[in-house]
């Protein structure tokens, strides 16, 4: 090789490299290469094909062939009697032609060549780092001939450039995808969305936008296993994947996704791309001999109706996403204006009783459960009410931010200590009761640790685990729609907490859920013990509940007695044990003391006046 030989191939490695470094695309450094090859070989016609995963070619570069041919080849099979190059990439080894006419690897390609002047092809192999080909150099000749020397060390000097290129190319496109890409399901992840939404909207076209949580995702993961869990987040992915081209799924994390419905302009047009998914995604999912069904829950909003910039647009569907959540689990809800007044309500509430929580102005006010038939005290229900700006506030006013399940597990927590306080006070007071009630929520069971943490907090006061009854209310136990709640529940149970179900009838729960449900207390709700006396059929459904309860082996326990009337009433249907205002409000600790110390089993007088039992 001369002297300007030498050079002439520096100046082209040069020049690719450059190239490579300043991150221009492939098929842009195969064009250049192909291009400077046939300068320093003018007799020459250059082409560059790519070797796929699955042993398909793909054109990468070829300027000075026309655009049928490349067309012509691209999606062959590799083989041994694929032409030139489709051989040498199957033998893995230079294949030269020096006769296309006659030779029988172009057998069925020589009809696309030889009307373009070209009588001769040698291809060389191009390997990546780990020794597999992924793709092809080849020079074809207007001459039946092989390569010369000088060919020769100009396509060394190539295909060593464009397997650089083409492995620059590999590790930028896995980076790419590493950043912008969900590694479990393949989409978009929240950076590439970000990207995707703002693109859309500087693009001033019609869009919605849905938000959706993969329901009881944690039930699979605790039940099952996280394996199972990530086989769902992956199937629930790839369902979402084949819905419709219109559509741009993507991963946002944990259970969440986003899609984007290109073209979308109105809330009925989402709508129909929602039952769209929701049937797409709806379905079995097998793993490990083990079934298990996926359901999504969604919320959307339309750019333009429900927001113009990605911040607003984005917050209004995780507003109707939310909202879905609470009243339409499984289904989907557009965003309405007046979400957005209720989630700043919300997100207030939150904030206030973040504060009183950190703060500790949560205290325990105590409402008696008594005997009917004697009057006396057998046991409390521990209401939490929070001291604001020298009132004192029902947290039922600060219902809606106990959805955040930290802040509800936080309020739980400090209940149990003051109550296990309280508790241990009457014991070593000597009064006696037989337990105390307190309410946990469904941020409680979703943390996991709801029987460790009552074990510790007792323990550390002392206080017998029978005396303690856990208040669950009908809409967590049923409302999920999973068996986590109950389970959950059992295993409380059989550490010897007694377990109530709490304003049963009110909207959730019916008589064949007494069946599976695992508590020892029914509550009936006040709304039919005020009907008492008043309303014909409230009376049969209380007197025919106390009759099935007690045959159940349960206790029930009347809700919202004010009335004498109320109480008689319940006495002749058989049950035995009320609360309510008949007897006396919610009272603090001290005052919880003075009632115990009065009207405890034991000490209560069953002759007392009404008046006094107000207490």
């Known amino acids: 090789m001369t002297g300007s030989e030498t050079e002439q191939l520096l100046r082209l490695q040069t020049e690719v490299l450059e190239a490579v470094a300043q991150g221009e695309a492939l098929p842009?450094?195969?064009?250049?290469?192909?291009?400077?090859?046939?300068?320093?070989?003018?007799?020459?016609?250059?082409?560059?094909?790519?070797?796929?995963?699955?042993?398909?070619?793909?054109?990468?570069?070829?300027?000075?062939?026309?655009?049928?041919?490349?067309?012509?080849?691209?999606?062959?099979?590799?083989?041994?009697?694929?032409?030139?190059?489709?051989?040498?990439?199957?033998?893995?080894?230079?294949?030269?032609?020096?006769?296309?006419?006659?030779?029988?690897?172009?057998?069925?390609?020589?009809?696309?060549?030889?009307?373009?002047?070209?009588k001769a092809c040698w291809s060389t192999p191009i390997r990546n780092p780990a020794g597999?080909?992924?793709?092809?150099?080849?020079?074809?000749?207007?001459?039946?001939?092989?390569?010369s020397a000088t060919e020769r060390n100009i396509v060394d000097t190539c295909a060593h450039l464009c397997a650089l290129a083409i492995e620059h190319e590999r590790i930028r496109d896995r980076n790419f995808r590493l950043a912008y890409y969900d590694v479990l399901t393949g989409l978009p992840n929240r950076g590439r969305y970000n990207e995707l939404l703002s693109e859309h909207i500087s693009m001033d076209q019609p869009f919605g936008l849905i938000l959706l949580d993969i329901d009881h995702l944690k039930s699979v993961n605790d039940t099952i296993g996280h394996a199972a869990g990530d086989r769902l987040i992956a199937t629930v992915g790839a369902r979402l994947s084949?819905?419709?081209?219109?559509?741009?799924?993507?991963?946002?994390?944990?259970?969440?996704?986003?899609?984007?419905?290109?073209?979308?302009?109105?809330?009925?047009?989402?709508?129909?791309?929602?039952?769209?998914?929701?049937?797409?995604?709806?379905?079995?999912?097998?793993?490990?001999?083990?079934?298990?069904?996926?359901?999504?829950?969604?919320g959307g909003a339309v750019f333009g109706v429900d927001g113009t910039d990605a911040d607003t647009l984005s917050q209004n569907a995780d507003f109707a996403l939310y909202h879905a959540k609470e009243a339409r689990r499984g289904g989907y809800m557009a965003f309405e204006a007046d979400l957005r007044t209720e989630m700043t309500r919300r997100i207030a509430l939150v904030r206030q009783l973040d504060q009183a929580l950190a703060d500790n102005r949560v205290e325990p006010y105590y409402q008696p459960i008594v005997n009917l038939?004697?009057?006396?005290?057998?046991?409390?229900?521990?209401?939490?009410?929070?001291?604001?700006?020298?009132?004192?506030?029902?947290?039922?006013?600060?219902?809606?931010?106990?959805?955040?399940?930290?802040?509800?597990?936080?309020?739980?927590?400090?209940?149990?200590?003051?109550?296990?306080?309280?508790?241990?006070?009457?014991?070593?007071?000597?009064?006696?009761?037989?337990?105390?009630g307190v309410n946990v929520t469904t941020g409680d069971f979703m943390r996991g640790d709801l029987a460790e943490r009552i074990i510790d907090i007792f323990g550390r006061a002392n206080v017998p685990l029978?005396?303690?009854?856990?208040?669950v209310n009908e809409a967590v136990f049923v409302g999920g729609g999973d068996r986590s709640v109950p389970l959950a529940v059992e295993a409380l149970r059989s550490r010897g907490i007694l377990v109530a179900l709490d304003d049963f009838g009110t909207g959730f729960a019916s008589l064949t859920h007494l069946l599976s449900f695992p508590v020892d207390i029914i509550k009936i709700d006040r709304s039919f013990v005020t009907k008492l006396g008043v309303d014909g059929?409230?009376?049969?459904?209380?007197?025919?509940?106390?009759?099935?309860?007690?045959?159940?082996?349960?206790?029930?326990?009347?809700?919202?007695?004010?009335?004498?009337?109320?109480?008689?009433?319940?006495?002749?249907?058989?049950?035995?044990?009320?609360?309510?205002?008949?007897?006396?409000?919610?009272v603090s600790t001290r005052q919880t003391t003075i009632l115990l110390d009065a009207y405890a089993q034991g000490r209560a007088n069953g002759d007392e006046s009404t008046s006094r039992r107000r207490a």
């Not at 993507?250 to 929602?274: P, T, Y």
């Not at 939490?384 to 931010?401: D, T």
């Open 28 to 118: 842009a450094i195969g064009r250049l290469l192909c291009q400077r090859a046939e300068q320093l070989a003018p007799e020459t016609v250059c082409s560059i094909l790519l070797i796929d995963e699955h042993n398909t070619v793909r054109a990468l570069a070829a300027p000075s062939l026309p655009k049928f041919y490349s067309s012509a080849i691209n999606g062959l099979k590799v083989g041994p009697k694929a032409g030139s190059c489709g051989t040498a990439a199957y033998r893995k080894e230079e294949v030269v032609v020096t006769d296309i006419a006659t030779d029988p690897l172009w057998d069925d390609f020589r009809a696309l060549i030889l009307p373009l002047g070209l």
């Open 132 to 147: 597999q080909v992924v793709a092809t150099f080849a020079f074809y000749f207007r001459t039946a001939r092989g390569p």
């Open 242 to 298: 084949a819905v419709h081209p219109t559509l741009i799924p993507c991963r946002l994390g944990g259970d969440e996704f986003a899609i984007i419905a290109r073209g979308c302009s109105s809330h009925d047009m989402l709508e129909h791309w929602a039952s769209m998914v929701s049937d797409a995604t709806t379905g079995m999912v097998e793993m490990a001999g083990q079934s298990f069904e996926a359901h999504v829950t969604m």
């Open 373 to 436: 038939e004697t009057n006396e005290i057998v046991g409390l229900e521990a209401l939490a009410r929070l001291r604001m700006g020298g009132e004192l506030i029902s947290v039922g006013e600060f219902h809606a931010a106990l959805t955040d399940p930290r802040l509800a597990c936080e309020l739980t927590g400090k209940m149990l200590e003051q109550v296990a306080r309280d508790m241990r006070g009457w014991l070593d007071a000597g009064i006696d009761f037989q337990h105390v």
């Open 466 to 471: 029978s005396h303690i009854v856990l208040e």
């Open 537 to 586: 059929p409230s009376e049969t459904v209380v007197s025919g509940l106390v009759d099935i309860v007690r045959k159940l082996g349960m206790r029930i326990v009347a809700e919202g007695i004010e009335h004498l009337e109320q109480a008689e009433a319940l006495r002749r249907f058989g049950c035995r044990l009320g609360q309510g205002y008949l007897y006396s409000r919610p």
